[in-house]
């Protein structure tokens, strides 16, 4: 979409990060902002940055939680009535928690998935036929250079980014089979930068609560995570701006940190040769 002045953006994720980034880039576009977080706060807080960038902007917000599709249908129902339409959906909530992959609960499973994995499904679930009958539109996914080469320790993680891209490459070719050239997708695959994702579990629901053992190891690569993540070298601002620039490009991929191409040709070769499993960080 080349022109976004005027057009409506719904952002989940909207409260914090990423999500507030891509708020300020729209708003400084002209577009109008639906945001959707479990973090009411931070929205309001998106809501203010967003006027302050862009006088008059029209705004609306709703607490949702990704994981469940009639709270994602409810947030496509206020895009409908308050704008009349929604034009790009950035499918951009992400938790993350560590371990290894036996020590992980079923609670750890069904809330990572559920915000990382499902939480794209449901938004392109209650969207994309809002898109088709608009006749326009474009869905950017989140996920990450995780969904790509796999680290250790983040296994559910890992899991989860990788269903993110195969969603959004699917995406494209049933859009096509179903004649709909006027809306894109973009997925996007940043690696470490400066996020509040380290600290997700302070929104993770009481029902679903960590009992996982904290163990010498895993504390270890959760510092490693959280110092590579606090020491980014690309702003998220960058990043949102990098992701508006494609959406206006109609680009698929983003890979903010360039580097990250070269580890997955890295791993084709690794899969080529057949004899070991690829080792992201090997040599580091």
């Excluded at 809501?47 to 990704?66: H, S």
């Excluded at 990382?116 to 009958?133: D, H, R, T």
């Excluded at 859009?175 to 050239?181: E, N, Q, S, V």
Aim: proline share 4%.
């Amino acid at each position: 979409m080349k022109e976004l002045s005027g057009k409506v953006a719904v952002i989940t994720g909207g409260g914090s990060g990423l999500g507030r980034e891509f708020a300020l880039c729209c708003a400084r576009r002209g577009m109008k902002l639906v945001l959707a977080d479990v973090d009411e706060q931070g929205m309001a807080e998106t809501v203010r940055l967003a006027e302050q960038a862009q006088p008059g902007i029209e705004t609306a917000t709703l607490r949702v939680d990704v994981s469940k599709l009639e709270q994602v249908e409810a947030l496509a129902g206020l895009a409908k009535e308050r704008f009349g339409a929604a034009h790009v959906i950035f499918n951009n909530a992400g938790v993350s928690c560590g371990g290894p992959l036996w020590e992980h609960t079923a609670a750890d499973w069904q809330w990572v998935l559920g915000v990382n994995l499902y939480g794209v499904a449901w938004g392109i679930k209650a969207f994309v036929p809002m898109l088709l009958e608009q006749g326009e539109g474009h869905i950017v996914n989140t996920a990450s250079a995780a969904g790509w080469v796999n680290a250790p320790g983040g296994g559910i993680y890992n899991a989860s980014k990788h269903a993110v891209v195969a969603l959004s490459e699917t995406l494209v070719f049933d859009l096509k089979d179903a004649g709909a050239d006027n809306i894109g997708v973009t997925v996007l695959s940043p690696a470490y930068f400066p996020t509040a994702i380290v600290d997700a579990a302070r929104n993770r629901p009481a029902e679903l609560a960590e009992t996982a053992p904290m163990t010498e190891a895993r504390r270890q690569r959760e510092e490693r995570i959280r110092y590579a993540v606090q020491h980014g070298r690309i702003p998220a601002a960058d990043i949102a701006e990098m992701t508006l620039q494609a959406v206006e490009r109609d680009q698929f991929y983003v890979f903010p940190h360039k580097k990250i191409k070269a580890l997955i040709r890295a791993r084709a070769e690794a899969a080529e040769r057949e004899t070991a499993a690829f080792d992201t960080l090997a040599g580091r």
